[in-house]
C-alpha cells in the first residue's frame, strides 16, 4: 500500500520525525482535536508503523520527494498461503521471538503495576520515562492488561489493579 501526502515534512527533515521529533503545521488544531477525542495520541504513528514491521524481513519505506511525503507499506501476508519448510522455519523463529516478547511485556507490566501501587494516578507519560519505554509501548500494554483498569475521565482519574481472589 502506497500513501502520498501532499506536503513535505514540517519544519523538520524526515530522519528527524522517524526519530520521534514531533512537527505540526497547525498545533492549535492538533491541540483542539486531541482534547475533543478525535486523536488519542500525536506524533507516535511512524514509530508504531517501523514496530509493526519490526520482526520481518520487508520494512516500509519513507521519502520525501519535492512537496510530498509518500509511506509505501509492503504486504505481510503477500506468499500467507503457501507452506514449505522455509515458512515453517521462519514461522518457528517468530514464534521463539514473539515467546521472549511475551516474557519481556510480563516483566513490563509488573514494573507498571508496582508504579500504580506507589501512586495509582501516575500518567502514561511517567510510567513511560520511569521504564524507559515508549509511551505508545506503555499504551498498548494497558490496553491488553486484563489487571490494570483506568477510572474516571482520560484526563483525570486512576488507575485500579484487579487483584486475583
Known amino acids: 500500500m502506497r ?3 501532499p506536503g513535505n515534512v514540517y519544519n523538520s527533515t524526515l530522519e528527524a520525525v522517524l526519530g520521534g ?9 492538533v491541540n483542539i482535536l486531541y482534547k475533543l477525542g478525535f ?3 500525536y506524533g507516535t504513528g511512524l514509530e508504531r508503523i517501523r514496530e509493526a514491521y519490526e520482526n520481518v524481513e520487508l520494512k516500509p519505506e519513507f521519502k520525501v520527494i519535492d512537496r510530498y511525503f509518500f509511506l509505501t507499506l509492503p504486504n505481510l501476508n503477500k506468499d500467507s498461503y503457501l507452506f514449505d519448510a ?3 522455519a521462519q514461522n518457528d523463529a517468530n514464534d521463539a ?16 503495576i508496582d508504579l500504580i501501587k ?9 510510567m513511560a520515562l520511569k521504564t524507559g519505554k ?5 499504551e498498548r500494554l494497558l490496553k491488553r492488561s486484563k489487571v490494570i483498569n483506568h477510572v474516571g475521565p482520560k484526563n483525570g482519574g ?5 487483584e486475583d481472589k
Open 3 to 5: 500513501i502520498i501526502n
Open 21 to 29: 521529533v514531533q512537527t505540526f503545521r497547525n498545533p492549535a488544531l
Open 39 to 41: 486523536i488519542e495520541n
Open 86 to 88: 522455509q515458512n515453517e
Open 97 to 112: 521471538k514473539n515467546d521472549a516478547k511475551t516474557e519481556t511485556q510480563k516483566t513490563l507490566e509488573e514494573e507498571i
Open 118 to 126: 506507589k501512586n495509582n494516578s501516575i500518567s502514561k507519560i511517567e
Open 134 to 138: 515508549s509511551k505508545a509501548t506503555i
Open 158 to 162: 486512576h488507575w485500579e489493579i484487579v
